[in-house]
């Protein structure tokens, strides 16, 4: 099971932490990916880990100011979030998959939790 939370509200520019907690499975041994769901929009990958490797991986658009960080000790993956735009606003998946190959930003993970919503706004 994996269960989002640390969504809110904030401002443009600001700083939000999500937290993406594991539970029944080690995700050490999973890569974790975040991605993201905008009304009206497709769910697009935001950033991923892998576990293999610790190799990460970011989209475009949030390259230099989002940062993935896993807790072993806490079975937690991070969603570090800075300098957030209006256009960042959306609901926030994380997902795990058995480690085959290396992590991608691409929607076939096996297992998701809810979701948690962000809105930047003034």
């Known amino acids: 099971q994996l269960v989002e939370s640390g969504g809110g509200l904030v401002q443009p520019g600001g700083s939000l932490r999500l937290s993406c907690q594991a539970s029944?499975?080690?995700?050490?041994?999973?890569?974790i990916a975040w991605f993201r769901q905008a009304p009206g929009k497709e769910r697009e990958g935001v950033s991923c880990?892998?576990?293999?490797?610790?190799?990460?991986q970011y989209a475009d658009s949030v390259r230099g100011r989002f940062t993935i960080s896993r807790d072993s000790a806490k079975n937690t993956v991070y969603l570090y979030m800075n300098r957030l735009k209006p256009e960042d606003t959306a609901v926030y998946y994380c997902?795990?998959?058995?480690?085959?190959?290396?992590?991608?930003?691409?929607?076939?993970?096996?297992?998701w939790g809810q979701g948690t919503q962000v809105t930047v706004s003034s």
């Open positions: 997902a795990a998959e058995a480690p085959l190959n290396l992590c991608a930003l691409r929607l076939e993970y096996d297992h």
């Open positions: 029944g499975f080690d995700s050490d041994y999973y890569n």
């Open positions: 880990s892998s576990s293999t490797d610790g190799s990460t």
